[in-house]
């Protein structure tokens, strides 16, 4: 299982469409991996990975367009407030170039 690390944060690296696995609470990161290169693209956290993380996730398509190919998961924080404070934590630290903005404002290219 492939790992990748965000803000101290570990998270387990996923196929785009693996998330409808995940029913469970977490963090996830939208990242795009180009050779040994590794950007996050948007990062954001859900009650339920497997419900709310998919194509019908209004940054989805945004994403892809800046070459999202991975989904990055975390599950160690059940709780929202834990989630949102990690989550915070990692915008600050990495950047992820479409928090910030409102969701989906990329999705034309």
């Known amino acids: 299982m492939r790992e990748a690390v965000w803000a101290g944060v570990t998270f387990v690296v996923l196929g785009r469409h693996d998330v ?3 029913r469970a609470p977490g963090l996830y990161v939208f990242a795009a991996r180009d050779g040994g290169q590794l950007k996050p693209v948007f990062a954001g956290e859900a009650q339920d990975i497997a419900r709310e993380v998919g194509p019908h996730h209004a940054s989805w398509a945004g994403a892809l367009a800046q070459g999202f190919n991975e989904v990055h998961v975390c599950l160690g924080a059940a709780e ?21 903005e409102p969701q989906g404002a990329r999705a034309a290219g």
């Open 20 to 22: 409808e696995r995940v």
């Open 80 to 100: 929202r407030i834990d989630r949102m404070q990690l989550l915070a934590r990692i915008v600050r630290a990495e950047g992820p170039g479409m928090n910030g």
